[in-house]
């Protein structure tokens, strides 16, 4: 992760900071400035004239928009420099992330407005750890993934992954997440969106939020409507979301119809 990132999203949770700042800090990544202008330049924003500084950028785009274009622009970098590798494609991973992070957004603008942004990024960014394995540790992945179809009664995905390898995919994620300084309720969501009964109580909606996206997101990527085809969501988090057979529709309807836009925030030319 570019440590401009990092600088960026401490200056961007802090209201004080101040719009000159984050551009200073930004243009220390030159690759980020490019990203930045495109799609501050892009038909999506239709400007009225060329946005040709950073600052201008920042104030175009707003601060929210400009936050989920840092994490999955600098992530869509880091993921370039990986090796290749067959068993999860790179567009599979990013488009169910986008699915997850849409999704997220969607229930916390209902169950709490103040969470949308993080959430967000909690969903864009909570497989990253299963990425890192696929890449580094293909065999012994795909070897999880294996060992818990044969098993699908007993042993979770996650459950596979621990027994194979001593640790889970959400478990080296937030480790990555917390490595790079990202901040603390991001670094729940990753680690706690398979077990969200465990995660902080300061955290705890957030995280719940990214464990009920994940499923859902699942269903949206096999365009199915059935909780039951999708990883199995804590019952009393089903509940409290009131995640009934309508609704489960009604999101999945939605995160379709809006996922083009949310992947464009990775590739800015899906915006044009």
């Not at 101040?18 to 930045?36: G, N």
């Not at 959400?170 to 490595?179: D, F, R």
Request: with cysteine.
């Amino acid at each position: 992760m570019p440590r401009a990132v990092g600088d960026v999203l401490h200056l961007l949770d802090s209201p004080n900071s101040r719009q000159s700042e984050i551009a200073r800090h930004l243009e220390q990544d030159p690759a980020l400035v490019a990203i930045l202008l495109r799609l501050a330049n892009s038909p999506a924003f239709a400007p009225a004239r060329t946005v040709d500084s950073v600052e201008r950028a920042i104030v175009l785009l707003g601060r929210e928009h400009l936050r989920r274009l840092l994490v999955a622009s600098a992530l869509t970098q880091a993921a370039e420099h990986l090796p290749n590798q067959e068993l999860l494609p790179l567009e599979t991973f990013w488009r169910h992330s986008s699915y997850c992070a849409v999704i997220a957004r969607m229930l916390a603008e209902e169950l709490a407005p103040n969470l949308a942004g993080s959430v967000f990024l909690g969903g864009l960014l909570h497989d990253l750890g299963q990425l890192f394995l696929f890449t580094q540790e293909p065999n012994a992945e795909h070897q999880a993934f294996l060992n818990s179809l044969g098993d699908l009664e007993t042993l979770s995905p996650s459950d596979a992954e621990r027994a194979e390898l001593g640790f889970d995919h959400a478990q080296l994620g937030g480790a990555l997440a917390e490595h790079w300084g990202l901040p603390a309720s991001l670094v729940a969501c990753i680690r706690y969106h398979h077990e969200p009964l465990a995660a902080p109580e300061d955290y705890a909606l957030a995280v719940a939020i990214i464990h009920v996206a994940n499923s859902l997101a699942h269903l949206a990527e096999f365009d199915s409507r059935d909780l039951l085809d999708a990883p199995p969501i804590e019952s009393s988090i089903i509940e409290r979301f009131k995640l009934d057979e309508a609704r489960v529709t009604q999101i999945i309807d939605e995160a379709q119809h809006q996922i083009l836009a949310v992947e464009a925030l990775r590739n800015p030319k899906l915006g044009e």
